[in-house]
C-alpha cells in the first residue's frame, strides 16, 4: 500500500468531503479515504498500482477537481473577488428595477424582461456551480450545500421565468404575479460573498504552515572541487560541504565542520534567543544562520530533514478528523436530504394552509429553507479549529498530530514522566566528592581518576572528566585500561592498580565498600591498590522548568507520575524535588507500560511523556503519548505530539490548548446548529401564525454566509493563545 495526497476544490461543506469520501470507497484498490473540507485536501491510502489519476477521475465525477501538488491550494486570489462583485452589481440593478424608483420606469413585462436579461448570467455563468449540483443530485443522489442553493435559485428562477414569458397562463393556474429575480441575485451574491471571506479566514488559518513551507531557501553554497558554487536545493545530496554565510538560511540539516556562530532556531523550537553553535554541532533546514560563515556536512536533505518531517506532521495532523467532527460529518450527510424534505412541506404547507398570495408565499418560504439551511458552518466547525490550533502549535515548536490528538489532550486526568531526558537534561554532572582519606586532596585525586576515565566513553565518565577540567585538572595516561562490562574499570597507572566503579564491583575484586550514602545520584567508588580513596556521586539536573510545569498541572487537576527505570532513591529524590506524588524506580521498558495499562483500567485518561527506546512501549499504550524531540526516533514515531525541543511547560501548553481548542470547537457547533436548525422553522414560517413572521430568502442568505464566517472568526481566536498563555 502507499499513501496518496491530493488538493481538492469546489468542496462547499462537510458533506462534500463525506461524499468524496463514499465514492471513492467503491473504487477498487483504495482501502482509506480521509477528505478534509477546511483544508481542501484528501490522503488515500491505496494499491501500489494504482495511479492518482484514477483516484482525481473518481473526483471529478463527483463534481469537484483534484490535483498533486505542494502546500495549500490558495483561492483567494483578487480574481476570485470578481464574481460575487459582478453578480451582487448586477442584483442591485435587478433590485432597482424590482423594488426602488425603477419600479415604475417601465411598463410591467418590459421591466420583467429587463430583470430576466440582468438576472440570467448570474444565474447560469456565476451561478453554475449550483446548478451543476442538481444534475449531480439527480444523477447519484449525492447532495452538498450547493444542491440546497441550487434548488433554491433554480425555483426561484424558472418560476420567475415562467411568469415573465407565459403571464396569462400563469394567471390561469393562479400563480401570483411577482417574479424573484432581484433573489436569485442577492442569494448567488451573498454565497459567494460569503465563500470568499470564509477562503481569506481559512487561508488566515493556514498561515502557520504556509510561514513553514516558506522558510526553506531554494538554493545551496556547495563545494565543487577546491570552491564554493551556488547549486539547486534538490541538487544537494548527503555529505555534500554546504557553507552558509551571515544572515542566510540553512539550506538541510547537518553537522558543522568549521566556524562558530548563532543559529536563530525559532522557527523549530518557538523560543526567539539564537542558540550559539560550534564545531559538530547539529543545524537544522529553515534556520538562520547570525553573525559569522560556518561550514557544515549535509547529513539529511530533501524529505528526510527536520523541517520537512514537521510541515509533514502538521499538514498531516491537519487532514485528521476528531471524533467531535466525525460526528458532525455524520449529522451532515443526513442533514440535506431532510431539509430537501422540509423545504418541499414547506411549499405545500404554505401553498394549501397559507394566506395569499399562495404561490408567492409557499415558493418564498421553501427558498428560503432550502438556503438558510446550508450546512457550511457545521462542516467549518471542527476543522478550521483543528487547523489553527495546529498551525499554531508548531510555531511554538509543538507538533500535535491532529483534531484526534487535541480531543484526547482535552480529556488526560493523568500524565506520567520519564525522569531522565525529561525533567532532567539527560547530561550526568559530578554533583559531590567525597574522599575517604585525610592524606588526599581533591585535586591530586581528580588528577589520578580523569587520567583513568579519559580513556572511557561512558557518560560517568564524561561528565568526572568534565568537572575535572572546570577544576582547572589536566589528565594523564594509565599504563593499562581495562572497561569490566556493566560494572566498572581496572587501570594501571604510575605502576599503581586502581579500580573505579560500583561497590559491588570493588567487592568482587576484594576491596570492602560497605559505605553508604543518603545522596541521590549514580555511586562511582575509587581504589587504589586495595584502598578505598573516594566517592564521586554524579546526577542528572532537573530542568528549570520541571518544577512549574508540575505545579500548573496539578493546578489544571492533572496527577503527575515519574516512572524511571534509574534507582528508586535517585528517583525519590527528583520525585520529592518537584513535588510529584507518585513514583516507580527500578522499572523496565514493559514495565512502564504496565503501569499505564493498569492506571487505564482504573479509569483514568493517562498521557506519557519520555524520550528514549525505553520509553517507546509506554508511548504506544498510553491514551496520549508526548515525545520529547530532542530523544530517539523510535520514541518520537510512537508519539501523538512531539516537543521539538525538549521545553518540558510546554507539555502544560498542549493541555490548556487542547482545552481551548475543544471549547472552540463546541462553540462553533452550538453556532452551527443554532443557524442550521434554529433558524430553519423560522425560515419555513413556524412563527407567522403568532407573530406574522416572515423569512426573505434574501435574509436568509444574508445569515446563512454570516453562519460561515462567525464559525471561522472563533477558530481564529485561538491565534492569540500562547499570547496570554504562555508563562516563564
Not at 553 to 559: A, C, N, Q, S
Not at 714 to 723: C, K, M, T
Amino acid at each position: 500500500m502507499k499513501n496518496v495526497s491530493l488538493k481538492i476544490e469546489g468542496m462547499t461543506c462537510a458533506s462534500c468531503a463525506l461524499n468524496i469520501e463514499k465514492a471513492l470507497a467503491k473504487v477498487e484498490g483504495i482501502k482509506t479515504s480521509t477528505v478534509n473540507f477546511a483544508t481542501e485536501s484528501g490522503t488515500f491510502e491505496v494499491s501500489d498500482n494504482l495511479n492518482a489519476e484514477v483516484i482525481i477521475s473518481s473526483i471529478e465525477k463527483q463534481g469537484y477537481s483534484a490535483f498533486e501538488g505542494e502546500g495549500p491550494s490558495d483561492n483567494t486570489s483578487s480574481a476570485e473577488l470578481v464574481r460575487p462583485i459582478v453578480s451582487m452589481l448586477l442584483a442591485l440593478v435587478v433590485f432597482y428595477l424590482a423594488m426602488g424608483p425603477g419600479k415604475n420606469q417601465f411598463t410591467k413585462q418590459v421591466n420583467w424582461y429587463l430583470q430576466l436579461v440582468l438576472i440570467t448570467p448570474v444565474f447560469f455563468w456565476i451561478g453554475h456551480r449550483f446548478q451543476k449540483a442538481i444534475w449531480i443530485f439527480l444523477r447519484t443522489g449525492i447532495s452538498t450545500m450547493n444542491t440546497l442553493v441550487g434548488f433554491g435559485t433554480a425555483a426561484a428562477y424558472y418560476y420567475s421565468l415562467f411568469i415573465t414569458v407565459a403571464p396569462e397562463k400563469a394567471v390561469k393556474l393562479g400563480m401570483n404575479m411577482h417574479v424573484y429575480y432581484e433573489a436569485v441575485g442577492f442569494i448567488i451574491s451573498f454565497v459567494f460573498l460569503g465563500k470568499f471571506f470564509e477562503e481569506k479566514a481559512k487561508k488566515k488559518a493556514r498561515k502557520e504552515l504556509d510561514n513553514l513551507l516558506r522558510v526553506s531557501t531554494k538554493s545551496a553554497w556547495v563545494k565543487r572541487g577546491d570552491e564554493f558554487q551556488e547549486v539547486p536545493l534538490e541538487d544537494v545530496v548527503k555529505g555534500d560541504v554546504i557553507r552558509v554565510r551571515p544572515g542566510e538560511k540553512i539550506p538541510v540539516d547537518g553537522k558543522i565542520l568549521e566556524g562558530e556562530s548563532e543559529i536563530d532556531e525559532s522557527m523549530l523550537s518557538g523560543e526567539p534567543l539564537p542558540v550559539l553553535k560550534g564545531k559538530d554541532a547539529q543545524v537544522f533546514a529553515g534556520t538562520i544562520n547570525g553573525y559569522s560563515v560556518i561550514t557544515f556536512k549535509a547529513q539529511k536533505v530533501g524529505s528526510d530533514t527536520m523541517l520537512a518531517g514537521i510541515i509533514k506532521f502538521v499538514e498531516t495532523a491537519q487532514q485528521n478528523k476528531a471524533p467531535i467532527q466525525l460526528l458532525a460529518d455524520k449529522i451532515s450527510s443526513y442533514f440535506v436530504p431532510v431539509v430537501l424534505v422540509i423545504a418541499v412541506l414547506t411549499f405545500f404547507g404554505w401553498y394549501f394552509f397559507g394566506p395569499e398570495p399562495l404561490w408567492g408565499n409557499a415558493l418564498s418560504s421553501m427558498i428560503a429553507v432550502l438556503v438558510i439551511a446550508c450546512p457550511c458552518a457545521l462542516g467549518l466547525a471542527t476543522p478550521t479549529a483543528v487547523v489553527v490550533a495546529t498551525g499554531v502549535a508548531s510555531k511554538r515548536g509543538l507538533l500535535i498530530g491532529g483534531g484526534e490528538i487535541i480531543e484526547k489532550g482535552d480529556g488526560v486526568n493523568t500524565i506520567i514522566f520519564d525522569k531522565t531526558g525529561t525533567l532532567t537534561f539527560g547530561k550526568p554532572f559530578v554533583k559531590h566528592v567525597n574522599l575517604f582519606s585525610e592524606k588526599s586532596n581533591e585535586r591530586d585525586f581528580l588528577q589520578e581518576v580523569s587520567s583513568i576515565e579519559s580513556f572511557s566513553e561512558h557518560p560517568l565518565s564524561r561528565a568526572i572528566l568534565e568537572y575535572a577540567k572546570e577544576k582547572g585538572v589536566k589528565p594523564g595516561f594509565p599504563e593499562s585500561f581495562e572497561v569490566v562490562s556493566g560494572k566498572g574499570i581496572k587501570a594501571k597507572l604510575n605502576g599503581l592498580e586502581y579500580f573505579i566503579g560500583s561497590s559491588r564491583f570493588l567487592n568482587e575484586n576484594n576491596i570492602v565498600c560497605s559505605y553508604e550514602t543518603d545522596q541521590s545520584g549514580s555511586q562511582v567508588f575509587v581504589a587504589r591498590e586495595g584502598e578505598l580513596l573516594g566517592l564521586i556521586i554524579v546526577d542528572d539536573k532537573v530542568k528549570e522548568q520541571a518544577r512549574p510545569t508540575i505545579n500548573k498541572l496539578k493546578e489544571d487537576f492533572v496527577t503527575p507520575w515519574l516512572i524511571s527505570g534509574d534507582n528508586t532513591k535517585t528517583v525519590s529524590a527528583v520525585a520529592q524535588e518537584l513535588g510529584i506524588p507518585e513514583y516507580v524506580g527500578n522499572c523496565l521498558p514493559i514495565d512502564k507500560a504496565s503501569y499505564v495499562e493498569r492506571l487505564k483500567s482504573e479509569g483514568k485518561k493517562v498521557a506519557m511523556i519520555g524520550d528514549g527506546i525505553n520509553d517507546a512501549p509506554a508511548l504506544a499504550k498510553a491514551d496520549l503519548s508526548i515525545a520529547m524531540g530532542t530523544g530517539t526516533d523510535v520514541a518520537m514515531d510512537a508519539s501523538d505530539v512531539v516537543i521539538i525541543d525538549g521545553d518540558i511547560s510546554k507539555v502544560d501548553d498542549f493541555i490548556r490548548l487542547s482545552r481551548k481548542t475543544m471549547s472552540i470547537i463546541k462553540q462553533n457547533l452550538f453556532l452551527s446548529f443554532v443557524y442550521n436548525t434554529l433558524l430553519i422553522p423560522v425560515a419555513a414560517g413556524a412563527f407567522y401564525p403568532l407573530f406574522n413572521w416572515t423569512f426573505p430568502p434574501v435574509l436568509a442568505s444574508v445569515a446563512m454566509g454570516l453562519s460561515s464566517i462567525s464559525v471561522v472568526t472563533n477558530s481564529l481566536r485561538i491565534n492569540g493563545f500562547f499570547n496570554g498563555t504562555r508563562r516563564s
